[in-house]
């Protein structure tokens, strides 16, 4: 065999080694919208993006737990995306710790992995999270832990390059101006009462 046809093999390896290196880094988890506010209630994605696309990697687990402020939020309800498989083609559960504040998620597909690489494009949601607002501030809800399989290597976990929660904003209180505002007019009002 010639050198440059060594050479060009070994230089092609690489280059499809470095392809898939940097789709492998380009993986992230992360709640959606990144930021909410209002009264609520809140819904939350939580999205896997970076994915193969009909091919590998593709998610055939998730363990997911989120963190909440129980004075500000209080877990409501949680769906499961159909991407990991519907019915009897997947194992999932929920439930939240009021007290400390956590929510744990799970799935498991029973499916194959040609089927899931079939249902999964580049990004996936893998649950809605429903949060009730019970408090005026802002705050942070987090990620805590996560373990998400590699449907073609069901042993492996799926590394991600970034793991993002998401914010609540506060209930904006009445300014400085808009209290002056109600106070004139109340003594307006009685000093029209008074003549």
Known sequence: M???????RSLLGLACASLLASHASALSLSLSPASAGGP???????VVAGLGAGAAPSVGAFDVT?????????AGTVSFGPDLGVGA?????????????TWNAF???????ASLHALQGESV????????RVGIAGTQVEIQ????????????????????????????????????????????????RAR
């Open 125 to 132: 949601v893998l649950a809605t999270f429903e949060f009730q």
């Open 66 to 74: 989120l963190g909440y402020d129980v004075a500000i939020l209080q």
């Open 145 to 192: 832990s996560q373990l998400v399989s590699n449907a073609s290597q069901p042993a492996t976990a799926l590394q991600f390059e970034s793991v993002t929660g998401a914010s609540v904003d506060a209930i904006p209180e009445p300014t400085g101006a808009a209290a002056m505002l109600v106070g004139i007019l109340v003594l307006r009002r009685a000093l029209v």
């Open 2 to 8: 010639s050198i440059s046809r060594t050479l060009g």
């Open 40 to 46: 609520g209630p809140f819904a939350f994605d939580l």
């Open 89 to 101: 083609q997947v194992v999932q559960g929920a439930s939240a710790d009021g007290a400390a504040g």
């Open 107 to 113: 799935s498991v597909s029973l499916l194959d992995t």
